[in-house]
């Protein structure tokens, strides 16, 4: 049974950093990509970065050049350093593998999130 954990989030002013952290069970961590994901109140869930098992990383043009994801496989752990935050960047962020169903059409699973305000 596949567990997330995410930890790091909190509050920031606008042009601070943060940095997340997530660790991930039941899965086989280094042969799958994973992403970070976060959804906004009122808003579908989004991709923020992915990390592919080639060490190619990817982002949105709404985070690049500020957000960097990274992973530990050996620690099965995904983090993600968000810098120049803005306040659009609040939301409740969460890790999972991507795509989605590369661990089923229904896999739906999801760890608790972890919250980011970006606000002065």
């Known amino acids: 049974q596949v567990q997330l954990v995410e930890s790091g989030g909190g509050w920031v002013q606008p042009g601070g950093s943060l940095s997340l952290s997530c660790t991930a069970t039941?899965?086989?961590?280094?042969?799958?990509?994973m992403g970070w994901y976060r959804q906004a109140p009122g808003k579908q869930r989004e991709l923020v970065a992915v990390?592919?098992?080639?060490?190619?990383?990817t982002y949105p043009d709404s985070v690049k050049g500020r957000f960097t994801i990274s992973r530990d496989n050996a620690k099965t752990a995904l983090y993600l350093q968000m810098n120049s935050l803005k306040a659009e960047d609040t939301a409740v962020y969460y890790c999972?593998?991507?795509?989605?169903?590369?661990?089923?059409?229904?896999?739906?699973?999801w760890g608790q999130g972890t919250q980011v305000t970006v606000s002065s």
């Open positions: 039941g899965v086989l961590f280094s042969a799958n990509a």
């Open positions: 990390s592919a098992t080639t060490g190619t990383t």
């Open positions: 999972n593998v991507f795509p989605l169903f590369a661990l089923g059409d229904d896999y739906d699973t």
